[in-house]
């Protein structure tokens, strides 16, 4: 270590000024604190990238917006020459500085010369498939292109008029000519992480955003609010308002988000428990359609079924005010389906393969009795004798205990987990399995898919699903996830119900080791029957992290903390949208399934 005031004798590093793209501003057409305007661009399409980290030496962080723009005006630095780390999952610095003997740096980055109201663009080379967008929900979306005196592309760029900062799990769908979006936990400005918008957000909340809108482009969300006090936050454990409470927190006329489902409960409403929803569908009869959703409380579990009431904009529970046990709270709704298949006329739900079904129908879809399961075991989880492919049989059942037979006979859930036990066994042949899947990169097999999206398309002739990799992996001894809940799977099968066999990764948070869980394609978006398709994910640094020495958890409410990823300001705990194109980005022609 040298000693204060020593110089080295040869200099360690040859720094390469990356000067900016375009001139500065002239003075008069930008004032001496205008932003330095700093692009961070995709190679391969030229669109802004999100989610870039710029860090100074001194530890200072910019975030990209959702245009890939950073406003940058730190006061004493702005018209220096200033190096910026570069770091971003699933990109590399295409603008690599060199350290002195052309060895990499041990923080890549850039050396810029910032200048009021001037520019520079940093060049990222994506080394995921799936190309990072924008982010979909939050405050921010567009602040820093906003800073630097550029229009945004949607309406409200900074904060809607919810007042919305951060939202769990996306659950969307088109519905009576709009795109209808439902959402978990809700994040408001006016109280701490814990409090959920004041009891507002530990309801679903909503928005509609038009269709016909490229999925390339950010929407405009409108979302469903109200300015009644009470209606229905700031409760109190009695579930009565607290007057203090709202007096505080949610004066007259402060717009917040509306609860789309409020408070359901046995015997009484409980405006204390957290409500999740799940399994959003739509049913169509001639020339009518409703708009249904499960959901569970999960401090009571309880769960149920809710019908959307187009008049109050509210969903209320199937079944009165007690509403029924519906078990399959979560998966979602496979909303495009082979044509012509014996499929159609079902609805199915993947969570992450499609096991479950019913039929499309109103009565159906409200009666437990009517839900059917996929499994190749007997009655009473009979999986203890030998099965084969001819085995695989789809049982009608109740979703209060799933799969209770007409007779009585109960057949229960079977998942990839209850398969591999069977193929261990000797029960089941593995060739025989349908949801045994392996990592195309490395052949080896791909532990912990556990959420996800399934639907047709038509493009590659073949069913999709989009998947998250969960921590089971870990605890399977596969160590080589790099991030909890932030690795994404690209797999096909050529029928709803397999058999899935080999997965591509597509999405990465190897440098970071954030999650990005829940992920839900977006079909009404495809484009060219599926060559190109969208997905959005839940962006979080809690419970996430890369596994090191020790395996590293966050606790829920250590976002940021010790080997935690970090928590990143305005993306925290927000949907990002995805687009992958899937001949270019996964390098695979249209003539078949998984041909190269």
Sequence with gaps: MLALGTRPAEAPLA????????????????????PFRIECVDSATGRGVPLVQLTTSGYISYYSDSAGVVAFDESGLLGASVFFMVRADG???????????QRACAQPGVLLRTRPGGKATITLTRTQPAERLYRLTGGGLYRDTVLVGDTPPVEEPLLSSAGVLGQDSLMAVAYKNQTRLFFGD?????????????????????????LGVPGSQAPSLKYYTSTEAT???GMAATGRPNVTEIAEWNPESFPHPRAMLAGPGRPIRNYEDNTWVGSLTVIREVTEERMYLTYVCPNTQLQGLALWDDGDEVFKPVGGEKG???RYSGAQWVQLLKPGAEEQGYAYYASAFASVRVRATFNAIEDPAAYEVFTPCGPQGACNTTMGEDSWEWHRGSLGKPGAGAAGRQYDHFGPQDEAKAIKA???PHAAARMQTVDRAT???????SRGSVNWNAHRNAYVLIADQSSTSHQAGNAGSPSKYGELFYCEAPTITGPWKECDRIITHNVT????????????????????????CTWTSMSSGIDGPTDRVCDYDMYGGQHCAVAVPRYEYNNLVFRLDVDRDLRRGAGGLHDA
């Design 15 to 34: 720094l390469a000024l990356l000067l900016a793209s375009a001139a500065a501003a002239s003075p008069t057409a930008a004032a001496a604190d205008a």
């Design 91 to 101: 990109y590399v610095n295409a603008d690599q500085m060199t350290c002195g003997y």
């Design 186 to 210: 809700t994040e408001c400005p006016q109280g701490p992480r814990n409090s959920d918008c004041q009891n507002y957000g530990k309801f679903t909340t909503g928005a509609t955003a038009a």
């Design 231 to 233: 209606d229905p936050g």
């Design 324 to 326: 029924y046990d519906m």
């Design 426 to 428: 000797g029960w089941l």
């Design 443 to 449: 052949g080896k097999p791909l532990v912990g898919l």
């Design 513 to 536: 080791g954030a999650s990005c869980y829940n992920p839900m394609q977006l079909p009404w978006l495809d484009e060219g029957q599926g060559k190109v398709i969208y997905l959005a």
